[in-house]
């Protein structure tokens, strides 16, 4: 694709997204390289509900996904490589855990 010579912010569709800032000039090829990406499993327990899951940008832990689970369901969340934190309630009270997304390799939190 042609872009004129500028400055363009770029988005890309990932969890979460990744953006970048790039100076585009006339005749120059660019490219974007993301890490392969890591699998996240979510197990919740039956009264388990409102999962968050955060990544750390700029000094601070940002929601990025928010789930809202109120029944046992397994799912898989496709990551950037990156460390998360994800909080979740169960039976009333409050809970998190800090995992790491690895490349290629399946992460799996029992949230209970």
């Known amino acids: 694709v042609k ?3 500028g400055n363009y912010n770029i988005e890309v569709n990932t969890l979460p997204i990744y953006k970048v800032n790039i100076d585009f000039f006339d005749m120059e090829i660019y490219e974007i390289q993301l890490h392969k990406p890591g699998y996240l499993v979510i ?4 009264e388990t509900y409102d999962i968050k899951i955060y990544s750390f940008v700029q000094d601070a832990w940002t929601q990025i996904e928010n789930t809202n689970l109120n029944i046992p369901s397994s799912f898989p969340l496709r ?3 990156s460390y ?3 909080k979740w309630k169960h039976l009333g009270r409050n809970r998190e855990k800090v995992i ?3 490349s290629g390799q399946t992460t799996e939190i029992n949230c209970f």
């Open 84 to 86: 998360y934190k994800i």
């Open 3 to 5: 872009y004129k010579s």
């Open 100 to 102: 790491k997304i690895n």
């Open 43 to 46: 197990n919740p327990a039956e």
């Open 79 to 81: 990551m950037l490589p």
